[in-house]
Structures are given as structure tokens and as C-alpha cells.
Nanobody, 125 residues
Framework: QVQLVESGGGLVQPGGSLRLSCAAS????????IGWFRQAPGKEREGVSC????????YYAYSVKGRFTISRDNAKNTVYLQMNSLKPEDTAIYYC??????????????????WGQGTQVTVSS
């Protein structure tokens, strides 16, 4: 069974850090560009970051650039999202997904065929 399982969310104070994990089962991640998305209450799901399958190229949305870092460990079949300097506006459910390719134009929720259950990130004092 093909699955992507997100973990690592939680409650953190503003300025804090979290590392999210996206673990794959039933298939290998190394052939896919992987994206992280988030959805805040009452808002549409949005792309946050993505990483290519081949050369490790990365893309970040403007709102997280300089604070978030995406990486992948193909040996562990896992992609990570290191989130630093967290802000209350980062509060959302975070999802990872396999993408049809790499790049800003492909980091679109409408292009994702399968969603995991997500992991909740809450930034609050």
C-alpha cells in the first residue's frame, strides 16, 4: 500500500523550531519531487516548499524563505522540513506529497493525487 506519513508537528512558542518528517511506504521517494503544503483554518491549502528528485534543488515560498529548510534522505525514504523562527501565522496542518515534477509551478495542491493525514503545527505563546 502506497502511503506518505507526516509526523513531527506540535505546539511551539513563537521563535521556536520543529522538524517535520515525511516517510514513504510502498514506494521509493527518490524518483519523485516532494512538496510540503499547509492549510490553516479557513484558508486554502498552499505550497510551502519542494525538493527535486535528482539534484536536490529546492524551492521555498516567500513566506517561509530563510526560515524553513527542506531536505531528503533517500536511504531512509524520508523527506524533512526543518522549521525555524516559527511565527503564529505558520500555524496549520502540514502535508507532504509527491509532485509531477520540480518547481514553483508544480507546487500546486490541484496536481496532487494523494494526501496523507497531515501533522498539526501550532505556534502560540
Amino acid at each position: 500500500q502506497v502511503q506518505l506519513v507526516e509526523s513531527g508537528g506540535g505546539l511551539v512558542q513563537p521563535g521556536g523550531s520543529l522538524r517535520l518528517s515525511c516517510a514513504a511506504s510502498g514506494f521509493t521517494l527518490d524518483g519523485y519531487a516532494i512538496g510540503w503544503f499547509r492549510q490553516a483554518p479557513g484558508k486554502e491549502r498552499e505550497g510551502v516548499s519542494c525538493i527535486s528528485s535528482s539534484d536536490g534543488a529546492t524551492y521555498y515560498a516567500y513566506s517561509v524563505k530563510g526560515r524553513f529548510t527542506i531536505s531528503r534522505d533517500n536511504a531512509k525514504n524520508t523527506v524533512y522540513l526543518q522549521m525555524n523562527s516559527l511565527k503564529p501565522e505558520d500555524t496549520a496542518i502540514y502535508y507532504c506529497a509527491a509532485l509531477p515534477g520540480f518547481g514553483e509551478l508544480l507546487l500546486r495542491p490541484s496536481l496532487v493525487n494523494y494526501w496523507g493525514q497531515g501533522t498539526q503545527v501550532t505556534v502560540s505563546s
